[in-house]
């Protein structure tokens, strides 16, 4: 930045003078960002040039090298600071202290006393972006801290499900219990839906699926933890650990801070041992969070909102809403039936597993190890007297049949079904045996979701995006113009990723009595797509553009979700 843009307003001796006199927990940097009617990120310059210190926003962040030999993590953390190397061009390694706040003269005197057999120069960065750093860091550093423990055997002794917390997870004597608690609790608190296990030739790694991505969070640098683990994991869901070569599904449950947390568990062998993955279903769904649950609440554009409310008002019928696993099919036909429960009709769910609770909703969870699969429940279900009924997933012909011909019988039926878009779930029933009249006499309408990654609103900022980014995610010049490219840089709020938060996208297909004459007679895919349009219809790609262009999200992040037209 050239200093013409920091003409007015001037960081003086006076302001930092009256900063100095400031007492209590509040930043003096912030107090005088807020005195130069400045954010921090816009104050920064000014400091830096006042102090004479460079300047490094997060992507500078993130090329150093921290060493937490020198200064550990802890401190780093406590004092909000860094120490790292930073390779220069010439191929020779600097080491930096970056401050995030010049006028700590304590913290400066104690950096100087730990590194004074060190030449090292000091640069600037804001609290928010060094914590994101640091935030980072935290989870390698954990799994370091684990791994570096004398390993114990496993006794195989089952143990009582108790509560996790910080304070049993540190008195827990066992590395591989203290291992695997830690990473529930983490999960929990970093909000994750799943948790992977992969083992590895060297050891394992562990991921959480954040906002739909699985982001590495631990390296385990020993099979030997790794299997103890995975046997650890068994224990707990009462599988068989001494069978490695076939899958074992099961489930456990713990209590994280007062709350039942259930986990759906997967084991599933591989070439150097098991992989284990984890379904985080948190009990807190139950509390009443998700009683006044509504179509608005979940992000929809007004025309889908419209379509679906318009679609579960009809007495009789089939809505299907189809996306891929942890799209969030399950709770829009939830927000759907909270709507429209009045208390009036019967409703009946059938689910595996039940997600949330619905009050004044009849809701039966699939056990098929006692027989109770989605064909055995929905036919005992029809014996029950329902108004209303959701089956979690169709998954076979005798559920699609048994589903449909309910749908044909005068009840009202919302349902899943797997398929990329509404016009391939023609094709899906076709597959699984289903009459294409009964199908679409029955159909009230189709609607195909996504969950799309916003940009996090605390760090992103206008870009630049390259022409031929665009041109590779098919949009027409044409729609450029008036475009407001926004990324995430990456902050503390946004874990570093510089996307906090999802918004679900979907296309519908309203079944009218052309649409149905047309699937009846098999028309072509190209003749149906033609005749939707016609008619308004909107596909999850363009909808997925519209909020590129509009600075919500990225064209990386549509990519990744939806294919190019």
Known sequence: MNTATLATPQLNADLVQEALQQLGQRSRMNW????????????????????????LDMTALRSLNPDF????????????????????????????VVLTDPLDTRLRQWLESRLRNHSAREALASAADVQALLVAEERSIKAMDAVQLQTEHNSGA??????????????????????????????????????????????????YRLDGVLEVVKQIDSMEIAHQAISRIKVVSELDIA??????????????NDRDIDFRVSIMPNLFGEN??????????????FHALTLNTLGFAAPVLEFIREASQIPYGLLLVTGPTGSGKTTTLYAAISEINSGLDKIITIEDPIEYQLPGVLQIPVNEKKGLTFVRGLRSILRHDPDKIMVGEIRDAETAHIAVQAALTGHQVFTTVHANNVFDVIGRFANMGVDSYSLVAALNGIVAQRLLRMNCTQCAT?????????????IAPERVIGAVWRRGLGCAHCR???????????????????????????????????SARANGFTSLREAAVALALGGETTLEEINRVTPVE
């Open 32 to 55: 005088m960002a807020e005195r130069m009617a400045l954010s921090e990120a816009d104050f920064l310059p000014y400091a830096g040039q006042y102090f004479g210190m460079e300047v």
């Open 69 to 96: 030999g020198l200064v550990s993590f802890g401190d780093c953390q406590r004092r909000t600071c860094l120490v790292g190397t930073l390779l220069q061009a010439d191929g020779e390694s600097e080491l930096l």
């Open 158 to 207: 089952k143990e009582e499900s108790s509560a996790i917390s910080i304070s049993r997870i540190d008195a827990t004597q066992s590395p591989v219990v203290r291992l695997v608690d830690s990473t529930l609790y983490d999960a929990l608190r970093s909000g994750a839906s799943d948790i992977h296990m992969e083992t590895h030739p060297g050891g394992m790694l562990i991921k």
């Open 243 to 256: 069978e490695r070569r076939i899958p074992q599904d099961g489930r456990f449950q713990v209590v994280i």
């Open 276 to 289: 284990a993955v984890l379904r985080v279903l948190d009990r807190k769904h139950l509390t009443g969070q």
């Open 462 to 474: 206008s870009c630049e995006v390259a022409v031929e980014l665009v041109r590779r995610s098919g």
């Open 496 to 530: 570093g990723t510089g996307y906090k938060g999802r918004r679900a996208i979907a296309e519908t297909l309203p079944i009218s009595d052309i649409m149905r004459e047309q699937l009846v007679q098999r028309t072509s895919l190209a003749q149906i797509r033609q």
